[in-house]
């Protein structure tokens, strides 16, 4: 089910360096997060801040982060304010998934979004939500994120288009 060659875990305040490091291999300097943004992120949702190591290495390789929100679609205020998410129920965005650039095509951003939706099912979510361009549709639609059309979001003045993963079904 899960690559046996990563492991998972909560972000600590000591990753900063290399999160900013990867970020920024990984979106154009309109995209990408602040490091002062990563501070608040780390601090406020580290249970939802989930970073990808190589075992044999030990080397980070990737990460996927996001609070959990009240809506079912995210807003691009969500870049700037996060606050501590809620023991179980709500959204659980996803503002990044980023992989080194030496370590891509292993399969490692599917096993992070894979990982995130273990964690939120175990929280008892309602969805996964996120945003993204028109090139990475496919890749979430191969995971079972459904495209509900463009979003809102001008995020770094690019065109996003709104993806749900459903947790909970009635």
Known sequence: ?????????????????????????????????????????????????LIAEDIETNRIVGFIDGPVVGKRYITDDLFDTVVPNPKTGGHQSVLGVAVRTD????????????ELIR???????????????????????NIGFKNEGVSESTHGGYVWYNMIYELQTE
């Open 103 to 114: 370590e891509r095509k292993r399969g490692i951003g599917s096993a992070l979004v894979k």
């Open 1 to 49: 089910m899960s690559d046996p060659s990563l492991r998972f875990r909560s972000v600590t305040i000591d990753d900063l360096k290399t999160v900013i490091e990867i970020e920024n291999q990984g979106f154009t300097p309109e995209e990408a997060a602040t490091p002062e943004a990563f501070e608040i992120r780390i601090k406020a949702i580290p249970d939802t801040f």
């Open 119 to 141: 964690v939120s099912l175990e929280a008892e979510r309602d969805t996964i939500t996120l945003t993204c361009r028109d090139i990475l549709i496919d890749f979430y639609a």
